[in-house]
């Protein structure tokens, strides 16, 4: 098994190769994406929203981004281990952050930093580079925009392509976090128009999360989304893979059942 690196991926770029991601938060769907040839398994600060049930992606701790990040990098032994930090340590300056990335390279075994919004702090993102710390950073229109300018996260794929001058803002925001020393980019909400050349004007690989597509360098799927893991797949079939959610209800019903009816449960131990 040889292991993913970054200068991989860059000949991924060069070669036309698409990169593929997958956001984790646990042993077994890391291991899972891992298997399945993932580039990249990031463990995404939204693990507190979208698995722990928080009211916004901004109550995850960094405690908590270690905890649910070493658990991804024991499933994983052939990607590159990613991880967001938190909100905070990136917005009180570049002493905290560093403090953080080294955190998570020590005690949580990261491959790779996800600054989000790291077009607004060019200098963490040098400080960071010149520590060693490998920086994927985020640009475009992030969850972070959408506070400040009042548009739905889920809504700014088409304001990205319609706000007048905003080609060649993200095409300066692509090339400023280059030269600081990212060795990879997320662009969230693309467009295929602004997409394609923000890809041409960078040599490094640019990856889309969220609201980006096909005309990228290459793609990251949160896995619970794509196999239908969320509890509102029982009521609304999703748009992804699979429905995970519906296999594990009927599942646990059959469970009940058994165990209602005073029948041994499938799978016991020892038996």
Known sequence: MTKVTIPDLHRKKQKGEKIFGVVAWDTHMAAIADRVGADIVSVGDTVGKNLWGHDTMFEITMDEM????KAVRRG???????????????QEGVDSALRAAIR???EAGIDLLKLDGAADYPEAVE??????????????????????????YENQADATEAAPGMEARLI??????????????????SGPVIGPKVVEAVSIPVIGGFGGGPW?????????????YNVAALDKEPSGYANI??????????CAEDVRSGRQIKGQPGR
Do not use: C
């Not at 994927?136 to 739905?152: C, E, K």
């Not at 959610?245 to 059959?254: C, G, K, P, Q």
């Open 66 to 69: 270690i905890i649910v990040t």
């Open 76 to 90: 994983v032994k052939r990607a590159l281990v990613s991880a967001d930090f938190p909100y905070g340590p990136l």
């Open 104 to 106: 998570l390279v020590k």
């Open 127 to 152: 400080a960071l580079t010149r520590a060693g710390i490998p920086v994927w950073a985020q640009f475009g229109l992030t969850p972070q925009t959408a506070l400040a300018t009042g548009i739905p």
């Open 172 to 189: 300066a925001e692509a090339k400023a976090m280059e030269a600081a020393g990212a060795v990879l980019l997320d662009f969230t909400n």
């Open 216 to 228: 990228l360098d290459g793609r990251v799927r949160l896995a619970q989304a794509a196999v239908g």
């Open 245 to 254: 959610a519906r296999t594990i209800h009927d599942a646990l019903s059959e």
